[in-house]
């Protein structure tokens, strides 16, 4: 996997290991058996009650865990942080085609400059972008070069003719 500059996974195409999907699978069958979607996926326990974790726990864990997958794993940035998690996810949308002020708007920014300043153009997009305005530019429709430039040019015929 490949990070960027703020730490996020910046590649659509990297998915996470078989062994995360098995760990989430059994996370979910422990704590969520029969889950509507309505209790938190992630929760501490507070008087017999399920609560949404503080972001002080969510980011105690996720900087327990992130020194554990560094360990494992040399390419993992050596802070990791939940908003690497939010950056991965609007870099994925965005790759994929999001339009920056749908983005914008999905992630709550108030003006699409805030969404900018991690939603870039990597090299796959120039790649794509350079393509299509080539195309745009190169691929012409068929002229008919037996006809003349007024056929079918209703507007043009009256001028020509001094009717307009």
């Known amino acids: 996997m490949k990070f960027d500059k703020f730490g996020a996974c910046n590649n659509p195409n990297d998915t996470i290991s078989d062994d995360t999907v098995k760990h989430f699978s059994r996370y979910q069958k422990l704590y969520h058996p029969r889950s509507d979607g309505s209790q938190p996926m ?3 326990v ?7 974790m503080s972001d002080d726990n969510v980011l105690r864990f996720i900087k327990k865990y992130g020194e554990v997958a560094k360990a494992e794993n040399p390419d993992i940035p050596e802070r990791v942080h939940p908003h690497m998690l939010r950056r991965s996810r609007s870099m994925h949308l965005y790759q994929a085609g999001m339009p920056l002020a749908i983005l914008s708007e999905w992630l709550g920014h108030e003006s699409p400059e805030t969404t900018l300043i991690y939603a870039y153009a990597d090299t796959e997009m120039k790649r794509k972008a350079i393509e299509q305005a080539e195309t ?5 429709p068929a002229v008919n070069t037996n006809a003349g430039i007024w056929e079918g040019n209703k507007d043009l015929i009256q001028r020509l003719c001094g009717l307009s």
């Open 46 to 52: 507070r008087r017999g009650v399920k609560t949404y």
């Open 136 to 140: 745009n530019i190169f691929v012409r």
């Open 42 to 44: 992630f929760y501490t």
